[in-house]
């Protein structure tokens, strides 16, 4: 069967989430997803399909421990057929400038790692109060009620688009299975 790394790092838990729902996707699709936490295990299996790297985005930029990842492994994941997925609130944003600004921030990290990925996908992450400090939850409650967001009452309020992932992961997976032409990057909003 067929590998495929799905290497992450992630914050409150939206991207690990995101994560696990990925590679339901890709075991559906008859390959064999390998999550490693990038916290955990920095390490790159061999004998791989593909590599699809994700991360959240907090007060502008990727984390650390990605970029660093990312950079010490960017020559064997851009050899793969490989995806990035970028984690943000703002990806959920109506306002067309604000999504444009996210895929500058996931572009920004590509560049800057050296990684060159043939997919790019932004998906919108979550609001988890409980796994955020008091601060920075009076604050992100403050900014999306200005923006007429209605916060679940649970304290978990998710804005990631599922129906988009999987549509995107299909995509991946068709391309792998060479139903689609690779080649030209197909880095998509």
């Keep these: 069967m067929d590998r495929i790394l799905i290497a ?13 729902r990925i590679a339901e996707r890709l075991a559906a699709h008859a390959f064999d997803p390998v999550i490693h936490n990038i916290r955990v295990d920095k390490s790159v299996p061999n004998r791989l399909t593909g590599a699809i790297v994700a991360g959240s985005v907090h007060l502008g930029a990727h984390s650390r421990a990605l970029a660093a990842f990312v950079r010490d492994n960017r020559e064997k994941l851009s050899a793969l057929p490989s995806a990035f997925i970028s984690v943000s609130l703002q990806s959920a944003s109506p306002d067309a400038d604000e999504r444009d600004e996210v895929r500058s921030v996931a572009e920004d990290f590509l560049a800057e790692t050296g ?13 988890h ?9 009076v604050v992100l409650h403050w900014i999306l009620r200005r923006r007429g967001v209605d916060l679940d009452p649970s304290g978990d309020t998710e804005f990631t688009d599922w129906t988009a992932l999987d ?21 998509e909003a």
């Design 129 to 137: 109060d409980a796994r955020i400090g008091p601060l920075r939850r």
């Design 115 to 127: 990684f060159k990925p043939l997919f790019l996908h932004t998906a919108a992450g979550a609001v």
């Design 167 to 187: 549509r995107f992961v299909d995509e991946y997976a068709h391309a792998l299975r060479g139903e689609e032409e690779l080649g030209a990057p197909r880095l």
């Design 8 to 20: 992450y790092t992630t914050e409150e838990g939206q991207t690990a989430k995101i994560c696990g």
